[in-house]
């Protein structure tokens, strides 16, 4: 009665459920398709491109740094020259379907000044909707170490704001210099 409970629990469950060898494709198609560390810090020769550098690139290109996405929204406004006669919400309702704008974007379209800029603001959409996909090939650990050295420049430029802050205060005397007797309590 053991043996053949063993051979029952090696090939399929009593009560109809999966077959081991069922079990053993799933685990070994999940094994092909999971990728190796090597692969994501990409010092493999493969054309991988789902690297932590990759990832890196586009965590801060979509949306994971602030001071990208400000510099991005004022380069887009600066190249294209704004048109008094343009209707950004009559440009939605001819495109939005066509185009495939979701309604996250709508606010976004809606402060465009022209043709040129919406579509600049179209490609950069597409570009950071490709880019998450990308991120999201290198696992839940290379997203976070991707989105944390991303977002590096936007805590630097904080803390370099809060010196110069700081120093501005101090020169203009309401801010008392710290020393070394400074009594910060």
């Known amino acids: 009665m053991a043996d053949n409970f063993l051979d029952n629990e090696l090939s399929s469950d009593p009560v109809g459920g999966e077959a081991l060898v069922t079990k053993t494709k799933h685990e070994d198609d999940a094994a092909a398709n999971a990728q190796t560390w090597a692969d994501t810090l990409g010092i493999t020769n493969d054309q991988n491109d789902t690297t932590i550098a990759q990832g890196v690139k586009d965590s801060f290109t979509s949306g994971g740094s602030i001071a990208y996405a400000i510099y991005r929204e004022v380069r887009r406004m600066y190249d294209n020259t704004p048109d008094p006669n343009w209707n950004p919400q009559q440009y939605l309702t001819d495109n939005a379907d066509k185009l495939g704008i979701g309604l ?62 700081h120093w501005l205060m101090v020169r203009s005397g309401r801010a008392p210099k710290a020393g070394p007797h400074t009594n910060i309590g």
């Open 104 to 165: 996250d974007y709508f606010p976004s379209f809606a402060a465009t000044g022209s043709l040129g800029e919406a579509t600049d603001l179209l490609e950069d959409i597409r570009e950071r909707e490709d880019a998450r996909s990308r991120i999201q090939k290198i696992g839940t650990t290379g997203e976070y170490v991707a989105r944390a050295i991303a977002c590096l420049p936007d805590i630097a430029l904080l803390l370099l704001s809060l010196r110069g802050l």
